[in-house]
């Protein structure tokens, strides 16, 4: 089989042009365009890019190069670069990219520290780092000067710059149970928190700085007064026992509450950084200014149990100070051992008219020594039976023995006088005594005697009675059934229905029948007296 032949057309020839020099090749346009891009990307990357600050801190803890945020109130202004360890290996430096709208945060007093799960005295805090991982938290400063390298807080701070309120100064005595975050309360509402505290230069206080949120801000006057506000403030005293309640969070956290010195009357508000005294309790807080105070010695022989240092001292009822210490001495002239207790007074609360020089030119130097002459005495008295605590009571004992003070020795000696209880104990101890010289072995015996001789005469009585049952008692018994019988009979007489009865009636009839009889004949009589000489008239 032969195959088709195919018929066979010669080839074009190819048209040759000449290549455009001017154009450049389709294969270059994407090169070229991601290198736009890119060039363009770098420029955004190094326009946007902020500046670079070092934030040092104790421990790196939580902390990752290149995945750690830095946050401003939940908004990524940065993010850590590196992490360093320093030369002397004290603390680790964090190198942070800042962002260019966090150019601010380079202020001299910006503050930063690491947001990780804390369990403080103030609450818990950070728990939603718990699936994020820790971050670091600023607070934007604002000063005008700027710098490269912060410390950071190892702790959160209480207040944020950007918190609305007030910073107010108290000095205390020491700390107590308050911490950085301890409440502030006022009538019972949490207004503020203490936010720093630290140790006198003299080492003799404390200084604490409380910041109150506003509005409650103007709520603190030039007047107010502040004192630790516990959970539980109980006191055991010579007045009994007290219990105060704040609030239960002040079991773990402590407080401070305040409140105007007078509600009535209307003051300015405090400014900002005013120093306030921080008393221990509210009773103490509140109460009028003592004034000048004077120290008092007395000198009581006996037993000072149940009497401790803070005792009232008071003049019936008023508190005019408080036991400062009790000690004891040895009297060498008396042989016999004392107990020396110092005192503070407040003659101040004694009055005006007391303290003052009237016109009787009476100082009250003079006025004292007149009372201490005509019987002012200290004596020990017990508060409460029940706590067994003793307070000392200034009272006027008319019967005292004759003292006198000098009000010029330092402290001045104020005499004393033993309490009732313990002349009730001197007096049963006399009692006790002449009731021991008492023959009570001889008055036994004599009463032995007189029981035996009452013996024989209850039997002899006993006999005696035995015997009027047996023979008198038979005769009593017919007297008595013969006056029964009568009785019997006189009641029988006497009845409705006996004889006598009805004559006695028919006699009585009769009587009154002679009686009309006799009125009439002496209304006639007296209507016609001739009658007794003439006779009765007959009727015409």
């Given at each position: 089989?032969?195959?088709?032949?195919?018929?066979?057309?010669?080839?074009?020839?190819?048209?040759?042009?000449?290549?455009?020099?001017?154009?450049?090749?389709?294969?270059?346009?994407?090169?070229?365009?991601?290198?736009?891009?890119?060039?363009?990307?770098?420029?955004?990357?190094?326009?946007?890019?902020?500046?670079?600050?070092?934030?040092?801190?104790?421990?790196?803890?939580?902390?990752?190069?290149?995945?750690?945020?830095?946050?401003?109130?939940?908004v990524?202004?940065?993010?850590?670069?590196?992490?360093?360890?320093?030369?002397?290996?004290?603390?680790?430096?964090?190198?942070?990219?800042?962002?260019?709208?966090?150019?601010?945060?380079?202020a001299?007093?910006?503050?930063?520290?690491?947001?990780?799960?804390?369990?403080?005295?103030?609450?818990?805090?950070?728990?939603?780092?718990?699936?994020?991982?820790?971050?670091?938290?600023?607070?934007?400063?604002?000063?005008e000067?700027?710098?490269?390298?912060?410390?950071?807080?190892?702790?959160?701070?209480?207040?944020?710059?950007?918190?609305?309120?007030?910073?107010?100064?108290?000095?205390?005595?020491?700390?107590?149970?308050?911490?950085?975050g301890?409440?502030?309360?006022?009538?019972?509402?949490?207004?503020?928190q203490?936010?720093?505290?630290?140790?006198?230069?003299?080492?003799?206080?404390?200084?604490?700085?409380?910041?109150?949120?506003a509005?409650?801000?103007?709520?603190?006057?030039?007047?107010?007064?502040?004192?630790?506000a516990?959970?539980?403030?109980?006191?055991?005293?010579?007045?009994?026992?007290?219990?105060?309640?704040?609030?239960?969070?002040t079991?773990?956290?402590?407080g401070?509450?305040?409140?105007?010195?007078?509600?009535?009357?209307?003051?300015?508000?405090?400014?900002?950084?005013?120093?306030?005294?921080?008393?221990?309790?509210?009773?103490?807080?509140l109460?009028?200014?003592?004034?000048?105070?004077?120290?008092?010695?007395?000198?009581?022989?006996q037993?000072?149990?149940?009497?401790?240092?803070?005792?009232?001292?008071d003049?019936?009822?008023?508190?005019?100070?408080?036991?400062?210490?009790?000690?004891?001495?040895?009297?060498?002239?008396?042989?016999?051992?004392?107990?020396?207790?110092?005192?503070?007074?407040?003659?101040?609360?004694?009055?005006?008219?007391?303290?003052?020089?009237?016109?009787?030119?009476?100082?009250?130097?003079?006025?004292?020594?007149?009372?201490?002459?005509?019987?002012?005495?200290?004596?020990?008295?017990?508060?409460?039976?029940?706590?067994?605590?003793?307070?000392?009571?200034?009272?006027?004992?008319?019967?005292?023995?004759?003292?006198?003070?000098?009000?010029?020795?330092?402290?001045?000696?104020?005499?004393?006088?033993?309490?009732?209880?313990?002349?009730?104990?001197?007096?049963?101890?006399?009692?006790?005594?002449?009731?021991?010289?008492?023959?009570?072995?001889?008055?036994?015996?004599?009463?032995?005697?007189?029981?035996?001789?009452?013996?024989?005469?209850?039997?002899?009585?006993?006999?005696?009675?035995?015997?009027?049952?047996?023979?008198v008692?038979?005769?009593?018994?017919?007297?008595?059934?013969?006056?029964?019988?009568?009785?019997?009979?006189?009641?029988?007489?006497?009845?409705?229905?006996?004889?006598?009865?009805?004559?006695?009636?028919?006699?009585?009839?009769?009587?009154?029948?002679?009686?009309?009889?006799?009125?009439?004949?002496?209304?006639?009589?007296q209507?016609?007296?001739e009658?007794?000489?003439?006779?009765?008239?007959?009727?015409?």
């Amino acid at each position: 089989m032969t195959e088709p032949t195919v018929p066979q057309h010669p080839l074009p020839e190819p048209k040759r042009e000449r290549p455009r020099s001017w154009l450049p090749s389709l294969v270059w346009l994407i090169p070229i365009v991601a290198a736009v891009v890119g060039l363009t990307l770098v420029v955004k990357i190094v326009l946007e890019r902020g500046p670079v600050i070092t934030i040092s801190f104790i421990s790196a803890e939580g902390l990752e190069a290149g995945k750690t945020k830095v946050k401003y109130k939940d908004v990524d202004i940065g993010q850590v670069q590196s992490i360093t360890l320093s030369k002397d290996r004290s603390h680790v430096v964090t190198t942070v990219q800042l962002t260019k709208e966090a150019e601010s945060f380079t202020a001299g007093d910006t503050r930063f520290w690491v947001v990780r799960p804390r369990v403080a005295a103030s609450g818990v805090s950070g728990l939603n780092t718990l699936l994020s991982g820790a971050y670091i938290g600023a607070d934007a400063g604002k000063s005008e000067e700027t710098k490269k390298e912060f410390a950071g807080l190892e702790q959160p701070p209480i207040i944020t710059r950007d918190t609305s309120g007030k910073q107010f100064v108290l000095h205390a005595s020491d700390l107590g149970s308050l911490d950085i975050g301890s409440p502030v309360f006022f009538r019972r509402i949490k207004v503020g928190q203490v936010a720093a505290f630290d140790l006198d230069r003299d080492g003799k206080g404390v200084t604490l700085r409380i910041f109150v949120n506003a509005p409650y801000d103007k709520f603190v006057s030039i007047n107010s007064r502040f004192w630790h506000a516990s959970g539980f403030d109980m006191q055991i005293n010579a007045s009994g026992f007290k219990l105060h309640t704040q609030s239960l969070a002040t079991v773990v956290l402590g407080g401070i509450a305040f409140k105007p010195m007078d509600d009535t009357e209307e003051s300015s508000a405090a400014g900002e950084n005013t120093s306030f005294r921080l008393a221990d309790d509210e009773t103490s807080a509140l109460k009028e200014p003592d004034g000048r105070s004077q120290s008092v010695l007395l000198y009581f022989n006996q037993s000072v149990r149940g009497l401790e240092p803070g005792a009232a001292v008071d003049f019936r009822g008023v508190v005019l100070g408080e036991v400062k210490s009790i000690g004891i001495e040895y009297d060498d002239k008396a042989r016999q051992f004392m107990m020396p207790v110092l005192v503070e007074l407040f003659p101040d609360r004694l009055g005006r008219k007391f303290n003052e020089q009237q016109q009787s030119n009476h100082t009250p130097k003079e006025r004292l020594r007149y009372l201490v002459a005509h019987g002012l005495r200290a004596q020990l008295r017990s508060g409460s039976l029940l706590t067994g605590q003793l307070y000392i009571a200034l009272d006027i004992f008319p019967n005292a023995p004759l003292a006198q003070i000098d009000i010029d020795h330092a402290p001045p000696v104020f005499p004393t006088i033993p309490n009732s209880l313990d002349e009730i104990q001197t007096q049963i101890a006399d009692v006790t005594r002449k009731l021991s010289k008492v023959p009570f072995d001889k008055i036994g015996e004599d009463l032995r005697k007189t029981l035996a001789t009452l013996n024989r005469t209850l039997s002899s009585a006993e006999q005696t009675m035995n015997k009027l049952n047996n023979d008198v008692a038979p005769e009593i018994t017919a007297a008595m059934r013969d006056a029964r019988k009568t009785l019997n009979a006189a009641e029988r007489t006497l009845s409705d229905d006996a004889p006598l009865q009805q004559d006695v009636r028919q006699t009585m009839q009769e009587l009154s029948r002679a009686a009309a009889s006799i009125r009439v004949l002496t209304d006639y009589l007296q209507q016609h007296p001739e009658s007794l000489i003439r006779g009765k008239q007959e009727d015409k």
